[in-house]
């Protein structure tokens, strides 16, 4: 008999999650306190790389580096069952200095048309997503195949009993399954209150322009000190962005505004001189040294979580997802579990 699976948040992490467990046959529910993919997976860049290539705990870079090889056949996972396109495409970026180039991977040869942009390490094969349409692709794909979603739920609460979870409650409803996966992001150690166990999530805000252009105008994906700008097909253009660990608080500010501006104008004059068309924050879910925990709860028998993926929840959403599936199935997963483990995390982690 196959599982039935509630998973509990609606952004990239909980909808991969339920992607790749209804595709293993599961019966899965997603619960979202608020609007499907508005919160952290919405406000992102879709970069699917690490910003920093060589600059992570071998844990990141191992999950990051699965993550990109799932992805172009993921995306026609989900293609094949939605008409929205993600706009998956190698776009290449560039890392101006200074890049760290000893810890950074080797990179390839500048094109001469990418001079304008400065020196820098040139990484070709760095794809991007646009990550507003892949969670409404992927939505559209969970539904058409049975996937059941529930959106503006409110606070979703757990009760449990002898080790278990025995139902999920919201919006005045009692949801019972066979197992149970918070995936909240920022939100997801709130959310589990006394039987957090110390889960190490915590939110970091993070502060986006939105720029109009000519397409092409940038051709690449351009990193630079923490700052990045990522190029979409029809000519916006995003900068990002800010780490700020304010709470649960998504307000823009007018000094963060200023840095990206200035970050902009020193890459794109002309672009910047147009000024922003939009400014956005949304709320990463951190954790330590940036390494996800994807692991089965230290108490709850049938409870799961996967949060923590930090600013690269896009970026390993399928290697996660899969992760965690395998963890569910009690399959012997690509990676090693101890990485993301929950208990290995909480005691590398600062005190």
Same mark, same amino acid.
């Not at 929205?84 to 760290?100: F, K, N, Q, T, V």
């Given at each position: 008999m196959n599982p039935h699976i509630i998973v509990i948040g609606g952004g990239i992490a909980g909808l991969a999650s339920a992607w790749a467990l209804a595709r293993r046959g599961a019966r899965v529910e997603v619960l979202e306190r608020n609007e499907i993919g508005r919160e952290s997976s919405w406000a992102g860049a879709g970069i699917l790389s690490l910003l920093l290539p060589g600059d992570y705990p071998v844990q990141v870079t191992d999950i990051a580096e699965h993550s990109q090889a799932m992805y172009p056949d993921w995306i026609a996972g989900?293609?094949?069952?939605?008409?929205?396109?993600?706009?998956?495409?190698?776009?290449?970026?560039?890392?101006?200095? @200074?890049?760290?180039?000893?810890?950074?991977?080797?990179?390839? @040869? *500048? @094109? @001469?048309? *990418?001079?304008?942009?400065?020196?820098?390490?040139? *990484?070709?094969?760095v794809a991007q997503v646009r990550n507003p349409r892949l969670l409404q692709a992927l939505l559209e794909a969970l539904r058409q195949t049975g996937v059941a979603i529930h959106d503006r739920v409110g606070s979703v609460t757990l009760e449990g009993a002898a080790g278990q979870v025995t139902a999920a409650f919201a919006d005045g409803r009692r949801w019972q399954a066979d197992r149970y996966v918070v995936a909240a992001g920022a939100w997801s150690a709130e959310l589990l209150g006394p039987r957090a166990a110390g889960l190490p999530v915590y939110p970091v805000r993070g502060q986006m322009l939105l720029y109009r252009a000519a397409p092409g105008r940038l051709p690449c994906v351009v990193y630079q000190g923490g700052h990045y700008l990522v190029p979409r097909l029809d000519g916006h253009i995003l900068a990002g962005s800010t780490l700020e660990e304010v709470g649960f608080d998504k307000t823009t500010t007018e000094t963060a505004g200023a840095e990206l501006a200035a970050f902009v104008a020193e890459i794109l004059p002309d672009v910047a001189a147009q000024g922003p068309i939009r400014h956005w924050a949304g709320l990463r879910p951190g954790s330590p040294g940036n390494v996800p925990i994807i692991d089965r709860h230290p108490e709850l028998a049938n409870l799961y979580v996967s949060a923590g993926q930090f600013r690269y929840g896009v970026t390993l959403a399928p290697a996660s997802a899969e992760h965690l599936a395998d963890l569910i199935e009690d399959r012997a997963p690509k990676l090693d579990p101890r990485s993301y483990g929950w208990p290995d995390i909480i005691r590398a982690a600062p005190a």
């Open positions: 989900i293609r094949a069952h939605a008409t929205i396109d993600p706009e998956y495409r190698r776009c290449g970026m560039l890392i101006r200095p @200074p890049h760290a180039a000893d810890r950074a991977a080797p990179g390839a @040869p *500048l @094109p @001469p048309e *990418l001079a304008q942009f400065g020196a820098g390490l040139w *990484l070709p094969e």
